[in-house]
């Protein structure tokens, strides 16, 4: 079954560290590039970072209000993406979901995983 | 970075009528747009990518149109299962979303 399965979610305080993994099955994981995207208690979504196949030299690339703060990486021998979160703050409490880049290098989603809730409270 | 502004917010209708949802960017993003729908405590799901293409699976009473900075989702006949959220996306400059449109039963 083709499936993304995020984990590493949880409750953290301000100003701590956090990693998210995204487990991928069912597909050739190394010839997609990979995302984060979050969704914050009953808002929309925003796009946090992504990472490029190998084939596209692996380059990132991440959103304004994450950029020094989470690094994105993947490690194509286990299917495995990352995000490591630092400096968590209140405003990154959401559901983090890892997605797939459709057709392997465009920028759309067309998977996603059932997301991960991560909640920034001291 | 491009904002998408979505409307209306929020769209009361009932089964079986048309539902026409706009997505408007505040600068040009050519055909560089999807849309996803959302139900909820489920991830969202591609259904249009660049402008008009319906994603594999998606049934044909969905459509897309629009280019350059307005853009709109047409469902043509609602069935209950289309009631959820719908986001647009666009791809032309950084990665953006929309703020999302609710289509409720009326």
């Known amino acids: 079954e083709v499936q993304l399965v995020e984990s590493g979610g949880g409750l953290v305080q301000p100003g701590r560290s956090l990693r998210l993994s995204c487990t991928a099955s069912?597909?050739?994981?190394?010839?997609?590039?990979m995302s984060w995207v979050r969704q914050a208690p009953g808002k929309g979504l925003e796009w946090v970072s992504f990472?490029?196949?190998?084939?596209?030299?692996?380059?990132?690339e991440y959103a304004a209000s994450v950029k020094g703060r989470f690094t994105i990486s993947r490690d194509d021998s286990e299917s495995i993406a990352y995000l490591q979160m630092t400096y968590l703050k209140p405003e990154d409490t959401a559901v983090y979901y890892c997605t797939r880049f459709f057709r392997g290098n465009s920028e759309y989603f067309d998977l996603w995983g059932r997301g991960t809730l991560v909640a920034v409270s001291s | 970075e491009t904002v998408l502004t979505q409307s209306p917010a929020t769209l009361s209708l009932s089964p079986g009528e048309r539902a026409t949802l706009s997505c408007r960017a505040s600068q040009t993003v050519g055909s560089n747009l999807a849309w996803y729908q959302q139900k909820p405590g489920q991830a969202p799901r591609l259904l249009i990518y660049d402008t008009s293409n319906r994603a594999t699976g998606i049934p044909p009473r969905f459509s897309g149109s629009g280019s350059g900075t307005d853009f709109t989702l047409t469902i043509s006949s609602l069935q209950p299962e289309d009631f959820a959220v719908y986001y647009c996306?666009?791809?032309?400059?950084?990665?953006?979303f929309g703020g999302g449109t609710k289509v409720e039963i009326k």
């Open positions: 990472i490029r196949s190998k084939l596209y030299g692996g380059a990132v």
């Open positions: 996306q666009q791809r032309s400059n950084w990665l953006t």
């Open positions: 069912g597909f050739s994981f190394d010839d997609y590039a």
